[in-house]
């Protein structure tokens, strides 16, 4: 099944993709936009423009396990998502996802600009195989 995942952030949004094996998870874009309507319209759009059955938003969980109010604002943004797009929504923990994508790119000489603008697909990407591969 195609699954489509969401790193929700305040001024970017990334998102993410997997082939309909649930093998390999890629990156497919970030979303410039901070007013919800028209963010849950887009991520609709981007579910439709994929073919995705089902979506997976990270949550922001902190280090010690507890949740704070980003995680609200996920499950938020989550349910609104459900609603808007007839498909399931999911949640999957995302703590260090950050870390491990500006790792990946630094890795991989990506710099400056090229990896502010890439850095919350890249999280995303790390957000889905996670689930991909603890759903496996």
């Known amino acids: 099944m195609i699954i489509m995942s969401v790193d929700y952030g305040n001024v970017r949004t990334g998102v993410a993709y997997c082939d309909k094996n649930e093998i390999l998870a890629s990156p497919y874009t970030v979303i410039k936009e901070k007013y919800a309507p028209k963010l849950i319209e887009r991520l ?3 579910a439709a423009e994929l073919s995705a059955e089902q ?3 990270g949550l922001p969980i902190n280090m010690d396990g507890t949740r704070g109010h980003r ?4 499950k938020r943004l ?3 998502l459900q609603e808007k797009s007839k498909l399931p929504v999911f949640y999957q923990d995302e703590r ?3 870390v491990i ?3 990946y790119l630094s890795d991989n000489n990506v710099r400056g600009k ?3 603008e890439n850095i919350d697909a890249v999280s995303a990407v790390v957000i889905l195989q996670s689930y991909i591969d ?3």
């Open 134 to 136: 603890k759903h496996k």
């Open 55 to 57: 979506i997976v938003v």
């Open 96 to 98: 260090l996802t950050t």
């Open 71 to 74: 995680c609200e604002d996920c």
């Open 44 to 46: 609709c759009t981007a």
């Open 101 to 103: 994508a500006n790792n």
């Open 78 to 80: 989550g349910k609104e």
């Open 114 to 116: 090229k990896k502010k």
